[in-house]
């Protein structure tokens, strides 16, 4: 069976009642997104989080990104108090906190990465105790997905500088040439292979036509998926 983590976030009411739905609904687990817009201070940030742990039962991960970024001693304090916080997912790439996260939480966490297009990162993830990652990437090209994956687990440096080489790097030339590109490239990429999920929701914009054609010449380039 495949665990099935579902997604909860925002105002901490409406975070509490996606997490309960979650899990009536039969989930393993929710990850839990940043709050909102705007900025909160640490215990503003520790009160939306443990609200949403203490409002269920299982297993709670928590989403280290944007306006909800928390320090080593606030999430401490939060494992402490809630057993069921059970993870951390970093999508801020700050080295330093990292390594101090890690540091201080060792093994009481899993531990996600979580940048944009995180096979960039994997390796020096890894190396700070975080062995895994999700990939955007695997929505559309699933067989080169998992060969990075296990060239990053088995400390396969030749594969990984190739397929970064061949396609990592030119996939985030296109990726950052627009905010929001990270979501329409993965659009993209999945509507490129026979699974269109259709355009993005405004103010993000999709791929212009001439850069679909340079995604599409980068997959056709990886073979057989």
């Known amino acids: 069976m495949v665990p099935i983590i579902a997604g909860a976030g925002g105002p901490t009411r409406f975070a509490i009642e996606c997490a309960q739905a979650a899990e009536k609904a039969g989930a393993h687990g929710i990850l839990l997104l940043p709050h909102y817009l705007t900025e909160a201070g640490q215990e503003g940030l520790a009160a ?6 203490k409002s269920v039962k299982f297993g709670v991960i928590v ?59 994997a390796a020096a993830y890894k190396a700070m105790g975080t062995p895994v990652y999700s990939s ?12 990075f994956y296990k060239a990053v687990a088995a400390d396969d440096l030749p594969t990984q500088h ?24 993965v659009k993209a990429g999945a509507r490129i292979v026979g699974h269109d999920a259709g355009p993005v929701r405004a103010p993000l ?17 990886l073979g057989p998926q």
């Open 136 to 147: 955007a990437v695997f929505n559309f090209i699933p067989k080169t997905a998992m060969d």
């Open 48 to 53: 939306h989080v443990e609200a949403v742990c």
């Open 205 to 221: 914009t999709d791929l212009k036509p001439a850069e679909v054609e340079q995604l599409k010449a980068l997959i056709d380039a």
């Open 63 to 121: 989403y280290n990104r944007a306006s909800s970024r928390l320090k080593p001693e606030t999430l401490a304090g939060l494992a402490e108090r809630n057993p069921n916080l059970v993870g951390f997912k970093d999508g801020i790439g700050d080295i330093e906190a990292m390594v101090a996260i890690y540091q201080r939480m060792g093994d009481r966490f899993a531990y996600l990465g979580g940048l944009p297009t995180a096979e960039v990162y």
């Open 162 to 185: 190739r397929l970064l080489k061949n396609f990592f790097m030119p996939y985030l030339e296109l990726r950052n040439r627009v905010p929001g590109y990270a979501v329409s490239i």
